[in-house]
């Protein structure tokens, strides 16, 4: 009990000091609890989706690869659909209550009266469907009517409100089958979570004629049972009736299980992304932990001391620092659970506000989240106050005698600097191996074991490295502040292990920024680069909504006026054979032949013309492919085309597999794909390629902006535009990984507060004295604010080296990948180092504003 109450009344006696190291468990505990609860509560939402949606039995067209056919159509633009007859011949079956068909596509824009699209911007899709008993389980009629003729339609409050719509507004929408003028009739709400998507509900032969052309057909058929016989036994007759492989039959779990399969792989991919980042934040705590536990033991050596020597062992001792740090970790874990629910809360409003509407009614807690949290940040707590606890326990009592702080944390130990310098040399060698690699999966393992090796080695090491760099950093940023620069040097240098600890934690987060800003800046580089050598198109036309181009646009790009020709882009999935019997399944590029003007293609062998050429009969392999499977020009591969022929073609061209643009994919030529794929299931095109007559480009881009004015789902970009959108698209991926890591950096900066106000209260006497012998309280403020930021130097300069070389590294997959460049962003190098100083400064404020209220007499008094 002595040792318990030893080790409480130090704990609240050093609350305050405990404050910061405990939020660094707070914040680590609530990102993995907020992680679980927002991730579980997406489960929840869908699963209830889907389970009000879903009948006992679904009907729908069957699809050979198991992917679900509840999505949108093929890449022609009109979903697969089952014949209206089968509704009837369902209704029969024994068992049957009701069969209710239902017509609906994601092939479509809605277009207000301002000529915006109303569609979300966050890449849900805008669905059209017929209003029916089946839309009735999720969404009710708010206001005005239900539609009834071609020119009518019902849209959800969500799109309406967004966009100001009300009932008697007019719309277009642009299907497939053409550009339609609608009036909005009635409002629709959500009785379940909005998915995220813009509905546009009509009556069922409105849906049959925008979405399937007028086929007497659905796209779904929803069967409810009357209850005499289980959902299997009603799947197995409606099986007998109709055959077990002409549609695809699904029981009411069956499909729920289908979609959260589908969703359930988008979000364990973001749970797994939040809950890395978590792990960085916990691992930078670990060094925040680590730092106040070791102070405070060093703060207590003559206290300890005195405890050995009135009878407390070597193991009682120790235990009292384990169990200041076992409160720590319970306290502040369950703290961090209630604000990881909160967290959870926050992201739901967050999601509300792009479109997906999450009810706090569907908050899911489960019994796992607190036992995880909890678990976690006591065993992160415990094992980063073990070190501090050994070294308590190794405390004699003859340190009674000695002044506190003296033993055992001047310098750090040789054996310690020896293995960092070893595995730091070892990761290096490591990262340097990736520029002799052939191949990137052959380097992603070297990478990997490189950057670990390296950032351990950095941490150990880094003690070591601190007396020469920041004398080096003290000699051109603070001599010119005279002896309160000195000073400052020296009371950074004075303990190189709780430096060297409180800068890798700012260290490990600045790896990171750094390294990925190299990445992503060669990323964009090389993309620039390629473009400018390989792109011959003046205009690259494309959707904003990832759907393929309608014909009518296609045509009306053709039209305008100074286009000298326009390159269609398709896709299509197809099985391919080889002449060894292997078989596998490829998405094959569609492409006219004015491509090769367009996009410059590198091949091994063979020319991409004489794959395009029509009648060419032919078809273009990437060079990796053509090595594993060992293929040549000349050879005869069995493609079976989806929707299509089975043809076999010859291998004319080998790519060699390296663009950012086009990467490894293979191609065949328009006029071959329309001679294996009937008309009607020809995909349309993913992207337009329009090139200008000599001379004309500017008026042509007039006139094309001037055509594409009424398709505000079309963006056209010349070559300057493609480039800024590549930048776009990775400063947005970039910016949020950065969001991600500011956790880390946040806690990094709390354990640089902490180190300080620790630090004051240890220097307290030595504080003291020095103001009496007349350093005033300005300079004391200036002095821990100058240490302060050579701290976060130091751990910018170490960071940013470690990042540098990672992300050069990494740069050298991406080289393997055909994206060569290698792009130092020294503006964000800069930014970061510069505001490292910054981040130093701040840390600093309060400690530097408590040292300076310190009362001179009482501080000189102080033990």
């Not at 293979?666 to 009607?680: F, K, L, P, S």
């Not at 963006?715 to 930048?727: T, Y």
Request: net charge negative; hydrophobic share 50%; proline share 4%.
């Amino acid at each position: 009990m002595s040792v318990l109450k030893t080790s409480l009344r130090s704990f609240f006696s050093h609350k305050g000091r405990m404050i910061l190291s405990g939020m660094a468990v707070v914040l680590s505990v609530a990102f993995v609890c907020g992680t679980l609860v927002f991730t579980a509560t997406m489960n929840t939402t869908f699963d209830r989706l889907f389970n009000e949606s879903a009948s006992n039995v679904m009907i729908a067209p069957y699809e050979e690869d198991g992917e679900s056919a509840f999505e949108s159509g093929p890449s022609n633009g009109v979903p697969d659909s089952v014949p209206a007859s089968l509704v009837d011949e369902v209704s029969g079956v024994p068992g049957v209550e009701q069969a209710t068909g239902v017509v609906s596509s994601t092939f479509a824009t809605a277009v207000n009266s301002e000529n915006e699209n109303i569609g979300p911007t966050t890449g849900a899709p805008t669905i059209i469907a017929n209003w029916s008993e089946v839309e009735l389980r999720t969404a009710e009629l708010a206001e005005g009517n239900e539609p009834s003729g071609p020119g009518e339609v019902m849209i959800d409050s969500d799109t309406a409100d967004k966009h100001d719509l009300a009932v008697g507004d007019p719309l277009r929408l642009l299907t497939i089958s053409g550009d339609h003028e609608v009036t909005i009739t009635g409002i629709t709400e959500f009785t379940v979570t909005n998915p995220g998507a813009a509905i546009v509900y009509t009556d069922l032969d409105t849906s049959r004629d925008l979405v399937l052309g007028g086929q007497d057909a659905f796209t779904q058929i929803y069967v409810d049972s009357d209850g005499s016989v289980s959902d299997a036994q009603l799947k197995r007759s409606i099986a007998e009736l109709v055959g077990a492989d002409t549609y695809k039959l699904q029981t009411a779990d069956e499909y729920v299980e289908e979609n959260r399969d589908e969703i359930g792989q988008i979000l364990d991919i973001l749970q797994y992304v939040l809950l890395g980042f978590a792990g960085i934040a916990l691992l930078v705590g670990i060094f925040l932990i680590v730092n106040t536990f070791s102070m405070l033991v060093a703060q207590r050596t003559r206290e300890i001391g005195l405890m050995r020597a009135i009878g407390a062992s070597r193991r009682q001792t120790g235990r009292t620092v384990l169990i200041e740090a076992l409160l720590l970790g319970v306290i502040g874990s369950v703290v961090g659970f209630g604000v990881g629910i909160g967290l959870a809360v926050g992201l739901m409003t967050l999601m509300g506000a792009i479109g997906l509407e999450l009810s706090t009614d569907d908050l899911t807690i489960g019994v796992s989240v607190p036992i995880v949290g909890i678990v976690l940040g006591v065993l992160v707590t415990l094992l980063a106050a073990y070190i501090p606890a050994r070294r308590a326990g190794k405390i004699s009592p003859m340190a009674a005698l000695r002044e506190a702080g003296t033993p055992g944390d001047v310098r750090a130990g040789r054996i310690r600097a020896a293995i960092g310098a070893v595995l730091t040399l070892a990761g290096l060698g490591l990262l340097a191996t990736t520029a002799s690699a052939e191949e990137a999966s052959a380097a992603a393992g070297p990478l990997a074991l490189g950057v670990l090796l390296s950032l351990v080695g950095m941490i150990l090491v880094g003690p070591a490295l601190v007396g020469l760099v920041v004398r080096a950093l003290s000699a051109v940023l603070l001599r010119g502040f005279g002896p309160v620069g000195r000073l400052a040097e020296r009371n950074a240098i004075r303990n190189p292990r709780r430096t060297g600890a409180t800068a890798s934690a700012l260290m490990i987060g600045l790896a990171l920024v750094a390294g990925l800003s190299v990445v992503g800046s060669s990323m964009v580089a090389s993309a620039t680069d390629e473009i400018d050598d390989s792109l011959g198109a003046d205009f690259i036309l494309s959707t904003t909504d990832f759907t393929p181009v309608q014909p009518y646009v296609a045509d009306a790009v053709a039209d305008v006026p100074g286009i000298e020709h326009v390159t269609a882009l398709r896709n299509v999935e197809a099985e391919i054979t080889t002449p060894g019997g292997e078989t596998l399944d490829r998405n094959l590029g569609v492409a006219d032949p004015s491509y090769v003007d367009d996009l410059a293609s590198d091949m091994t062998e063979g020319s991409m013309a004489d794959v395009l050429a029509p009648g060419s009969g032919a078809i273009s392999i990437d060079a990796d492919r053509a090595e594993t499977l060992d293929l040549a020009v000349g050879d005869q591969l069995t493609v079976a085309f989806e929707r299509g022929e089975t043809v076999t073609l010859t291998v004319a061209a080998i790519s060699a597999g390296n663009s950012s643009l086009d990467g490894d994919s293979w191609y065949v030529g328009t006029d071959t794909a329309r001679q294996n794929i009937a008309e009607e299931a020809f995909p349309l095109p993913q992207m337009l390629f329009a090139t200008a007559a000599e001379g004309q480009a500017e008026a042509a881009r007039g006139e094309l902006d001037a055509a594409m004015e009424q398709y505000p789902q079309m963006e056209v970009r010349d070559q300057a535009e493609f480039k800024e959108l590549i930048q776009q698209q990775v400063g947005m991926l970039l910016n949020m990984v950065y969001g991600l890591l500011a956790l880390a950096i946040i806690v990094a900066i709390l354990g640089v507060v902490n180190t300080l106000a620790l630090s004051v209260i240890e220097r307290t006497r030595e504080i003291g004295l020095m103001r009496a012998i007349g350093l005033s309280r300005r300079q004391l403020r200036r002095m821990i604010r100058l240490e302060s930021i050579v701290i976060a130097l130091f751990g910018a300069l170490l960071g940013i080296g470690l990042g540098l070389a990672w992300g050069a590294a990494g740069q050298q997959l991406l080289s393997l990948e055909g994206m060569p460049v290698l792009e130092i962003p020294w503006g964000t190098i800069i930014g970061v180092f510069v505001g490292s100083a910054v981040v130093g400064l701040l840390a600093a404020l309060l400690p530097a504003f408590r040292a300076g209220r310190m009362n001179v007499l009482n501080a000189i008094a102080t033990e």
